[in-house]
């Protein structure tokens, strides 16, 4: 298995909602820092959301902001991805990576990555 999993993709139509979880296995601690990114095939894999160490503050990439959510459960290292307002833009394959970089507001990618989750939003 990988040392994350996602889960909780699908088909839906345009305008509905989704909750995507990721869960490590790893030994970390609760409160790291953690993203979601998503790709499209045959684009590079964008960010769309993350949650820091300090006071578990969310940063959320530009096309997502209001209609996406990320959160935690520190106790189980549970991380949610709360969709709505879903788009077919939106359509893509979402991974949670651990323990990303940050500096000012951009979000740097680890290398520790899950399988991913296919969402597919039709019109």
């Known amino acids: 298995q990988a040392p994350l999993v996602e889960s909780g993709g699908g088909l839906v139509q345009a305008g509905g909602s989704l909750r995507l979880t990721c869960t490590s296995s790893?030994?970390?601690?609760?409160?790291?820092?953690m993203a979601w990114y998503r790709q499209i095939p045959g684009q590079e894999r964008e960010f769309v959301a993350a949650?820091?160490?300090?006071?578990?503050?969310?940063f959320y990439a530009d096309s997502v902001a209001g209609r996406f959510t990320i959160s935690r459960d520190n106790t189980l290292n549970t991380r949610w991805l709360q969709m709505n307002s879903l788009k077919v833009e939106n359509t893509a394959v979402y991974f949670c990576?651990?323990?990303?970089?940050?500096?000012?507001?951009?979000?740097?990618?680890?290398?520790?990555w899950g399988q991913g989750t296919q969402v597919v939003v039709s019109s």
């Open positions: 990576n651990q323990r990303p970089t940050r500096a000012e507001t951009t979000w740097y990618a680890s290398d520790v």
């Open positions: 790893l030994r970390t601690f609760p409160s790291d820092p």
């Open positions: 949650i820091s160490r300090t006071f578990g503050r969310t």
